[in-house]
């Protein structure tokens, strides 16, 4: 069965740093794309980063680049984000997502799994 597992969420302060993990099963985690994904209330889910099956080619979208870092370790099976310089318009409920893309328009999956994600809320 396909299942993800998102951990890391938290309350932080304006500026400060969350590590965020993803473990999944039920894949080939080593051969697909990854990505991070985010809702906040009362709004569609927003793709966040995506990052390449072995690491080398990764995305984001404009308003976290140069702020967050997506990593993965396959041997784990583990995906990462590193959000640093937080903002409160970070605030929201953040998912990963096998099969992520880059397109016209932003980073999107078809993915039908969704996990219940981890809550990220940054005050200000």
């Known amino acids: 069965q396909v299942q993800v597992v998102e951990s890391g969420g938290g309350l932080v302060q304006a500026g400060g740093s969350l590590r965020l993990s993803c473990t999944a099963s039920?894949?080939?985690?080593?051969?697909?794309?990854m990505g991070w994904f985010r809702q906040a209330p009362g709004k569609e889910r927003e793709g966040v980063s995506c990052i390449g099956w072995s690491g080398s080619i990764a995305y984001y979208t404009d308003s976290v680049r140069g702020r967050f870092t997506i990593s993965r370790d396959n041997a784990k099976k583990t995906l990462y984000l590193q959000m640093n310089s937080l903002k409160p318009e970070d605030t929201a409920i953040y998912y990963c997502a096998p099969d992520c893309a880059n397109r016209e328009g932003g980073i999107y999956s078809s993915f039908g799994y969704w996990g219940q994600g981890t809550q990220v809320t940054v005050s200000s």
């Open positions: 039920g894949l080939t985690f080593g051969n697909k794309a």
